[in-house]
Structures are given as structure tokens and as C-alpha cells.
């Protein structure tokens, strides 16, 4: 493969064998039948989200799932024509969503109620829609005695149809609360069984995340969501070996510094030198993502292998790292994330997650995607 020329800029790059390796991965947890949807919401994670559906599609993937009804018309606009479920819809959009062929996920009485009211009105047969269940991450969802009520309302309409039942797991990835999980679990198959005896039908069930398919094999039901590990992260460190992180985020030194003993450098005066240090300007701040918990130490980036941290206070469109013990120069490039020193290891020395540094790349930083 030709390697990727070195940064002149600040780009993230996609690397989408490495979605490949992550989506094939998951797949082998799963049963042949069971369906795979692919989470892509944020920008798919931060990264693009029109490239790597289009991708996913072309892999095989069953279920596009999405936050928001806009980020459904964009990947519709992009091309995508599998099965699109928005997870959060809002009242106002429910006509784009059916006009785009979007499928919603209702989660209360009065979401149903008007999703209802807007599909009779434009003479829907049986439009998909998603009923979502709380089971204890008490977020979004129904309840259990929710059902009847459901069924007295769709019931009496064939304006709309249940595509599936689901709900969300809190806490899959933390073996310290298997017995919550486990609790969730039973919770949701409760809830199912008591729907097939209300509605005389079986609906699409769907409970697993990431962390749920590696860990709860037993409740992968008809369908499994996973969007942190399509993106390189396995939750675990064990599971993290077995995952390919497909965003590498790089920069370039603007300029070079050489700082007194007695000097302070970046707004604030946040570092004062205690000895004369050189430091590296780069193009990134916390109007790209990198937020300001990562400044006076606690963040850095790799120059030429070694460790450069952050000096000072994180500005809005750039950073400065001490780099005294690099050999380096103005132009040389710099890796903020990528599989090797990967974006888990930023965020967890700022007490983070991935998620959130990943997702919270700026959409003015250049996409580069390595096919």
C-alpha cells in the first residue's frame, strides 16, 4: 500500500480497511441470521459519515441507525438506501421523516401520538416505525405498562407498523455491573414476551451495543448496534487489541520556540518555565476538538515518535507542546491520534473517553480517506 504523504496541514484521516477488519470482527460474534446496524451518527464518530456508510452498505450492513432526522436526509443524499433509524426524532421533523423514508424511533405517549397523527394524515399504510423501551439506562423509552396503551392506540390505525422493539444497555462494558446488565436483560425479554401476547406478532429485537456483542452473546436477538467498535475501540483493553482505530488525526509545527527560565507561554500565563524548554506551535485547538482539559500537561501528541506535552492552556485554533528532548523542526509533522497512539490513550489523560474525543473532531479539519 503507498504510504500517506506526511502532514502539511491539520487532516484526519479514515482508513477504511481498518473498517473493514472492525466490521468483519464483529460479524464473526454474531449468528449468521442475526442483522447487523451500523451507529453513524456524529459524523459517523466524528470521522465522515456519508464515506463510511456508503462503505458499510457496500459490506453488507442490514440497519443504518442516527441520532437526528437531519443527519438521516444526509445519508439518504448521500446514497445510502438501506433501512435508516433516527434514535432521537423530534415532532417537528416527522414529515421529513417520512418523506425520506426515515424510520422513527418512539419513545412516549406524545411522540406517538403525533407521529401517529402525521402519518394518518398523509395516508400511510403501515409506515416502520421502532418503539423503544426504558430498561433501567432511564434515558428514552416506554415503560412496561406503556403496552396497552400502545396497543389500543396502533391497534384502532394501519397507519403505522412496529418494525422493532429495543432498548439500551447501560453499562455493558463494565464487568462490575453484570448483574445490572443481566437485570436489563431479563428486563427486555419480559418486555418482548408481553408484546407478542398484546400484539400477536414478534417485532425485530435489538438490545446489544459494541460491548454488549462481546460480552453478552446470549442477548444478540434478531439484531446488534455497535458504533464505537466499527470505529477501532473494543471498550476493554483485551478487546482492544482485536480493533483497529480508523481515524489517525495529524498536524504539522508551525513554529518553534525557545523559552527562558522565568518565561510563560500561551493566554493566562497558564506555564511559567521553571528552565529553558524549546516548544513546537501547532495548528489545532479546542475549536477542533481538542479541548482545554487536555492543556498544562495532561494532553500531548507524538513528534517523531517521542511524547511532546501540552504547555499552557489550549487556545481555540492552536496548542504549543514542549519539545526540549525531540529532535524536530518547523514543518515537521505531528500525530495527535492514530492506531498506535491511539485516541483512548489521549482521552484517558484528560479522565475522558474516546467517544467524546473522537466525536468532537471539527468539521473544519480536512477529511482525507485512505482507500
Not at 441507525?65 to 437531519?70: K, W
Given at each position: 500500500?503507498?504510504?500517506?504523504?506526511?502532514a502539511?496541514?491539520?487532516?484526519?484521516?479514515?482508513?477504511?480497511?481498518?473498517l473493514?477488519?472492525?466490521?468483519?470482527?464483529?460479524?464473526?460474534k454474531?449468528?449468521?441470521?442475526?442483522?447487523?446496524?451500523?451507529v453513524?451518527?456524529?459524523?459517523?464518530?466524528g470521522?465522515d459519515?456519508?464515506?463510511?456508510a456508503?462503505?458499510?452498505?457496500d459490506l453488507?450492513?442490514?440497519?443504518?441507525?442516527?441520532?437526528?432526522?437531519?443527519e438521516?436526509?444526509?445519508?439518504?443524499?448521500?446514497?445510502i438506501t438501506k433501512?435508516i433509524?433516527?434514535l432521537?426524532?423530534?415532532?417537528?421533523?416527522?414529515?421529513?421523516?417520512?418523506?425520506?423514508?426515515?424510520?422513527?424511533?418512539?419513545?412516549?405517549r406524545k411522540?406517538?401520538d403525533?407521529?401517529l397523527?402525521v402519518?394518518?394524515?398523509?395516508?400511510?399504510?403501515?409506515?416502520?416505525?421502532?418503539l423503544?423501551?426504558n430498561?433501567?439506562l432511564?434515558?428514552?423509552?416506554?415503560?412496561?405498562?406503556d403496552l396497552?396503551?400502545?396497543?389500543?392506540?396502533i391497534?384502532t390505525?394501519?397507519a403505522?407498523?412496529?418494525?422493532?422493539?429495543?432498548?439500551?444497555l447501560a453499562a455493558s462494558?463494565?464487568?462490575?455491573?453484570?448483574?445490572?446488565?443481566?437485570?436489563?436483560?431479563?428486563?427486555?425479554?419480559?418486555?418482548?414476551?408481553r408484546?407478542?401476547?398484546?400484539?400477536?406478532?414478534?417485532p425485530?429485537?435489538?438490545?446489544?451495543?459494541?460491548s454488549?456483542?462481546?460480552?453478552?452473546?446470549?442477548a444478540h436477538l434478531?439484531m446488534?448496534r455497535?458504533?464505537?467498535?466499527?470505529?477501532?475501540?473494543g471498550?476493554?483493553?483485551?478487546?482492544?487489541?482485536?480493533f483497529v482505530?480508523?481515524?489517525?488525526?495529524?498536524?504539522?509545527?508551525s513554529q518553534?520556540?525557545?523559552i527562558?527560565?522565568?518565561?510563560?507561554?500561551?493566554?493566562?500565563?497558564?506555564?511559567?518555565?521553571e528552565?529553558?524548554?524549546?516548544?513546537a506551535?501547532?495548528?489545532?485547538?479546542?475549536a477542533?476538538?481538542?479541548?482545554?482539559?487536555?492543556?498544562q500537561?495532561?494532553?500531548?501528541v507524538?513528534i517523531?515518535?517521542?511524547?511532546?506535552?501540552?504547555?499552557?492552556?489550549?487556545?481555540?485554533?492552536?496548542?504549543?507542546?514542549?519539545?526540549?528532548?525531540?529532535?524536530?523542526?518547523?514543518?515537521d509533522?505531528?500525530?495527535?491520534?492514530?492506531?498506535?497512539h491511539?485516541?483512548?490513550?489521549?482521552a484517558?489523560?484528560?479522565?475522558?473517553?474516546?467517544?467524546?474525543?473522537?466525536?468532537?473532531i471539527?468539521?473544519r479539519?480536512?477529511?482525507v480517506i485512505?482507500?
Open positions: 500500500m503507498i504510504p500517506m504523504p506526511k502539511q496541514e491539520t487532516v484526519l484521516e479514515i482508513d477504511l480497511p481498518a473493514k477488519h472492525n466490521f468483519e470482527y464483529l460479524k464473526s454474531i449468528q449468521k441470521d442475526t442483522k447487523f446496524l451500523a453513524v451518527k456524529a459524523f459517523a464518530y470521522s459519515a456519508d464515506d463510511i456508503l462503505y458499510l452498505q453488507g450492513v442490514d440497519y443504518f441507525a442516527v441520532a437526528y432526522t437531519s438521516g436526509v444526509s445519508l439518504r443524499n448521500a446514497g433501512p433509524l433516527i432521537h426524532p423530534l415532532p417537528i421533523s416527522f414529515e421529513t421523516i417520512i418523506e425520506r423514508c426515515l424510520e422513527p424511533s418512539i419513545y412516549n411522540v406517538l403525533e407521529f397523527k402519518a394518518s394524515d398523509k395516508n400511510q399504510i403501515k409506515y416502520p416505525i421502532h423503544k423501551f430498561t433501567g432511564n434515558r428514552l423509552g416506554f415503560d412496561l405498562e396497552e396503551t400502545i396497543y389500543s392506540k391497534s390505525s394501519e403505522i407498523h412496529i418494525k422493532s422493539i429495543f432498548s439500551h462494558e463494565d464487568i462490575k455491573e453484570k448483574e445490572f446488565t443481566e437485570h436489563q436483560i431479563k428486563w427486555f425479554k419480559d418486555i418482548t414476551e408484546f407478542t401476547t398484546v400484539f400477536k406478532y414478534k425485530l429485537l435489538h438490545l446489544c451495543n459494541t454488549g456483542i462481546l460480552n453478552y452473546p446470549e434478531d446488534v455497535s458504533g464505537i467498535g466499527l470505529y477501532g475501540f471498550n476493554s483493553e483485551k478487546e482492544n487489541k482485536n482505530p480508523i481515524a489517525k488525526l495529524k498536524s504539522v509545527i518553534i520556540h525557545h527562558a527560565k522565568g518565561e510563560t507561554v500561551g493566554y493566562n500565563r497558564a506555564f511559567k518555565s528552565a529553558s524548554i524549546t516548544t506551535t501547532i495548528p489545532i485547538g479546542h477542533d476538538g481538542i479541548g482545554r482539559q487536555y492543556g500537561g495532561k494532553g500531548f507524538i517523531n515518535e517521542k511524547k511532546a506535552p501540552i504547555v499552557g492552556n489550549v487556545c481555540m485554533d492552536m496548542i504549543m507542546v514542549n519539545i526540549t528532548d525531540i529532535d524536530c523542526k518547523e514543518g509533522e505531528v500525530i495527535i491520534f492514530d492506531s498506535a491511539t485516541a483512548e490513550n489521549l484517558n489523560a484528560a479522565n475522558t473517553i474516546s467517544y467524546e474525543l473522537i466525536s468532537a471539527s468539521q479539519i480536512k477529511r485512505k482507500k
